[in-house]
């Protein structure tokens, strides 16, 4: 069965759509949130895996730009490269990063202890751990600490996790 609900990324406005939709947008929203109002919010991805959507959340909530962590890039062994155009631009890009706002919030929601290692390690890495909260345990069981303004998600569609006993227990 197809996911009840589409989030798509068009012209920076995030719109709900239903499967029947094309990515030009639903037509119908009035008030469709702004990524930037989102991402002012809590936002919960209730089976997080390994926290790639909440480690993107919060680079985008804080302006970093993609790789600027790196050390070394493909690009900086070509002959032609101009090291001062480079640095330029990673200049500007550290100089464009700043703090997620005040009430930025994301959650993050797994069963599995290692998946969340991972998200743990890479939101360190990503410099974005400050903003990410995450949990162990069924979606259930997850005790929210506020109410989120959006939920995203990718699960593991038709993959079983856990065996017949582990889920029964």
Known sequence: AAPLLFLILNSMRLCSLAPTHTSKGCGKCKMCPTLADLLRAVLADPMCGSGTLLIEA????SRT???L?????????WPDFDRGAW???VQEAVDARRAPLPGVALLGNDVHAGALGL???????????SVVRLHQGGCREWGLPAAPRLVVSNPPWGQRLLGLDEASG
């Open 58 to 61: 919060a680079l985008i909530a």
């Open 65 to 67: 730009a993609p790789g």
């Open 69 to 77: 962590f790196r050390s070394w890039w493909p690009v900086q062994s």
């Open 87 to 89: 640095q330029q631009a």
């Open 119 to 129: 998200a743990l390690r890479d939101a360190e890495s990503a410099r974005v751990k």
